[in-house]
């Protein structure tokens, strides 16, 4: 549900599509609003998790930030 970023448009697709050139930022600013939702409570998680596990803060550091990079580029597939 949060991967499918078109999927409760409906008609408002159409604006889209009838402006010339609006695709680019379309994606955009979805893949932005998505990570301003996800990226602040994967962080939170993250950061808890590590603190009980007193470990891998280095693994931590290195895959979030990677992750969610990941994820935001493969949402428009």
Do not use: H, K
């Not at 609006?22 to 932005?32: A, H, I, K, N, T």
């Amino acid at each position: 549900m949060a991967g499918n970023i078109y999927a409760f448009d409906g008609s408002a697709l159409w604006l889209n599509l009838e402006v010339p050139d609006s695709e680019r930022s379309d994606v955009r600013g979805r893949q932005l609003a998505w990570l301003l939702l996800v990226a602040p409570i994967t962080l939170l998680l993250s950061c808890i998790f590590t603190l009980v596990s007193q470990q891998a803060w280095p693994w931590v550091l290195a895959l979030v930030p990677a992750l969610l990079g990941g994820a935001v580029g493969l949402l428009p597939l």
